[in-house]
């Protein structure tokens, strides 16, 4: 899969962790009835999590970082415990942008969508309701607003921050199964049955704005931290091992995407981001 490389400048073939694995799993009879009893049940990411947050999984640690070229430079430690000790890294990502550029909440592969009048939106293949996205929480004032999803593949740091100062005014998490985020599993319409976390934000500089972080195959753990405000770049969570996603939405007429973001998306590429870095700017709130 083609994605673009906005610090290069230029378009390069992704690197798909597990790829023949999931061609098994969801393209094969024997892989499906695998998939529906086992993988996405949690019986798989109970028994993978353990071993990951055990020792014996630190021999996979050197092979992933030379697999997949993982800079440690801006690691806090290049020691670890464990492939789980690994894979929750925290990273010193800092930003330059001023308070009316929106930054990007983790690194990662983005894509926007428009968000329909009545409250729908189409991500790849799927059409979705905003309500389903988000289960209780009130979605009525973010019709033909910008959805933004950011996909983070097993070689990003899965550690995330807020991009604005704010405050919660709800939260709520929907539990559900754990298939894997890449496009391979577009019919099973993952963003609306996956385990996912959804949170209400009141930002100082974009108004209100909803964030779900949501799960994906291998284990699927989603951790934020437990706090009622929060300021631009404190970091709300974690993932555990696997790709997982964050889904942004904004109100119409809140933000301007940036051309390289706002053109790709309309050709259906995603554009590689880091944490911290500005994909859209302020237009009014």
Aim: net charge neutral.
């Amino acid at each position: 899969m083609m994605i673009y490389d906005r610090v290069a400048g230029e378009f390069r073939e992704e690197l798909e962790y597990g790829g023949r694995s999931l061609d098994f799993l969801y393209n094969t009879v024997f892989g499906r009835v695998l998939l529906k009893a086992f993988f996405c049940r949690g019986i798989y990411s109970q028994i993978n999590g353990a071993f990951m947050k055990s020792r014996f999984s630190v021999r996979k640690i050197g092979p992933f970082i030379e697999k997949y070229g993982i800079d440690l430079s801006l690691c806090e430690r290049t020691e670890f415990n464990s492939f789980d000790d690994f894979f929750t890294r925290r990273c010193r990502f800092t930003t330059d942008c001023s308070v009316d550029e929106l930054i990007a909440p983790c690194c990662g592969r983005l894509a926007a969508y428009p968000i329909a009048d009545e409250l729908t939106l189409k991500i790849k293949r799927s059409v979705y309701t905003l309500s389903e996205l988000t289960g209780g929480i009130d979605v009525s004032g973010f019709g033909e607003g910008v959805c933004l999803v950011y996909r983070l593949a097993v070689e990003d740091c899965h550690r995330y921050v807020f991009c604005d100062d704010g405050e919660f005014v709800r939260r709520l998490e929907l539990h559900g199964e754990l298939h894997t985020v890449r496009p391979i599993s577009e019919k099973y319409r993952v963003f609306s049955r996956n385990h996912r976390v959804c949170s209400l934000l009141k930002t100082e500089h974009f108004g209100e704005m909803i964030q779900i972080e949501v799960g994906a195959l291998q284990i699927g753990k989603i951790t934020n931290h437990a706090v009622t405000s929060f300021s631009r770049m404190d970091e709300k969570g974690y993932f555990s091992f696997g790709g997982s996603t964050i889904i942004q939405l904004f109100k119409s007429g809140v933000i301007e995407l940036d051309d390289d973001i706002r053109s790709n998306s309309e050709n259906g590429t995603e554009t590689l981001v880091k944490t911290g870095k500005r994909v859209a700017r302020r237009i009014k709130c």
